[in-house]
């Protein structure tokens, strides 16, 4: 396949971190999720359970800008005051993801990705989506939540990765245009999704 970075954002409940898991094992590469969070707080030295309570939560602060640019944690992060805010430890978790992508091959969901490599040549982004019924059983199944319990958790997640996306990216979060390929992952179920998204990035070109 090359050297090729594969960023995943998803629906709540529409089997997008099941997806990029699988994907990565098929193509035989490293998977990012919640990895992330990790390889953020040694880099930094920051305790994980911060960088766990700001993982993809927006903040007001106008230092988010930053990460939209070319900074690096070096020449970005500790200019600033002390002050740890969730736009600081997004930029040392985009300075991660930059840093990653550019090494390795690798499936990166969420957090983002999309948007920080969106200039990248090896870098295909997806989104997942799923039919509402389709979300809610699997969120059900998943979580052992009641019917109105899913709903409410289906609501509220989607509501704080659009809001994160959105004020970090001023893009529409789901919007096809801002992908290199969107899918309704209902029609295909996670395996035929997988095989879908690894034959499309073996021949794609930007």
Same mark, same amino acid.
């Given at each position: ?11 709540? @409940? ?17 998977? &990012? ?35 939209? @640019? ?61 039919? &509402? ?34 004020? &970090?990216?001023?893009?529409?979060? @789901?919007?096809?245009?801002? &992908? ?11 395996? @035929? ?14």
């Amino acid at each position: 396949m090359g050297h090729k970075v594969i960023t995943i954002a998803r629906e709540f @409940g529409s089997g997008g971190r099941a997806v990029g898991e699988k994907l990565a094992e098929k193509l035989g590469v490293e998977y &990012y999720d919640k990895k992330l969070i990790s390889l953020a707080a040694q880099k930094s030295g920051i305790r994980e359970d911060l960088f766990e309570n700001a993982d993809e939560q927006p903040t007001n602060s106008l230092l988010y800008s930053l990460a939209m @640019g070319a900074h690096s944690l070096s020449n970005a992060f500790f200019q600033y005051d002390d002050t740890l805010t969730n736009d600081k430890l997004f930029l040392i978790q985009s300075d991660i993801i930059r840093s990653l992508a550019r090494e390795k091959s690798c499936v990166i969901v969420g957090r983002c990705a999309d948007y920080l490599l969106r200039d990248e040549p090896y870098a295909f982004s997806v989104f997942i989506h799923a039919d &509402y019924d389709t979300r809610l059983a699997r969120v059900q199944e998943l979580y052992q939540l009641s019917p109105s319990q899913a709903k409410d958790l289906i609501k509220r997640t989607d509501k704080k990765r659009k809001s994160y996306v959105e004020f &970090y990216t001023s893009q529409v979060w @789901g919007a096809a245009k801002n &992908y290199d390929l969107s899918l309704n992952s209902s029609l295909l179920g996670i395996d @035929g999704t997988v095989d879908l998204i690894a034959e499309l990035a073996e021949h794609f070109r930007k």
